[in-house]
């Protein structure tokens, strides 16, 4: 009787702990589809400035990003070298700025669409075609910006972000459950 009572006692505990952890997992995801939704809007904020704004931000960011490195290397360099590098390496930067605000935006959809039964491979797609769709969007929302333009070739960034944003969270996912599996099995 006392060892019935004690495997239903362990069992209701298990069974609590499943719907705590079933809890946490929907209010976890509900939160990055809402963080998902703040993000394309900050977005569209970004997208809505015009050539002069947007250029100004990048310029200012690019100048701190050399100037910060001057610093903490203890290079010796004017700064109208550290202008200079700025300068050539602007375009870049803001390409990886793109690929990167795309990348945690495909991240939140992808962790958003986990509440639904779908293959990984699914989820993904999904998340990733959700991300270019917004790509796309982004850019003819840029043809309406005074001094913007939208092309295609950021689409293509943009999504590239979003794939490898998806790729290197799963490959992240997959390694801390490897990880917390072997430290269970010793």
């Known amino acids: 009787m006392k060892k019935e009572r004690k495997e ?16 946490r997992m929907f209010w976890l995801r509900n939160l990055a589809g809402v963080l998902a939704i703040v993000w394309m809007c900050i977005i569209f904020a970004f997208s809505a ?26 290079l010796d360099m004017s700064d109208e070298r550290v202008r200079e590098i700025a300068n050539t390496i602007e375009g870049l930067v803001r390409k ?19 509440q639904w039964e779908m293959s990984l491979i699914r989820r993904g797609t999904t998340a990733f075609g959700a991300a270019t769709v917004y790509a796309a969007t982004d850019e003819i929302h840029q043809l309406f910006v005074a001094g913007r333009s939208g092309r295609f070739s950021d689409v293509c960034i943009d999504s590239a972000g979003a794939f490898l944003g998806i790729i290197v ?3 992240i996912v997959k390694m801390v459950t490897a990880i917390r599996f072997r430290r269970e099995k010793r």
């Not at 015009?50 to 903490?72: H, L």
């Not at 990167?100 to 958003?112: K, R």
Request: proline share 0%.
């Open 49 to 74: 400035q015009t050539k002069e704004e947007s250029g100004a931000v990048s310029e200012s960011f690019t100048y701190q990003m050399v100037s910060s490195t001057r610093f903490f290397f203890h």
């Open 169 to 171: 969270f799963v490959l």
């Open 96 to 114: 990886a700025a793109h690929m990167t605000e795309y990348g945690f935006l495909a991240v939140l959809l992808f962790i958003w669409l986990g």
């Open 8 to 23: 239903r006692e362990e069992l209701r505990q298990q069974e609590r702990g499943l719907r705590r952890e079933q809890r």
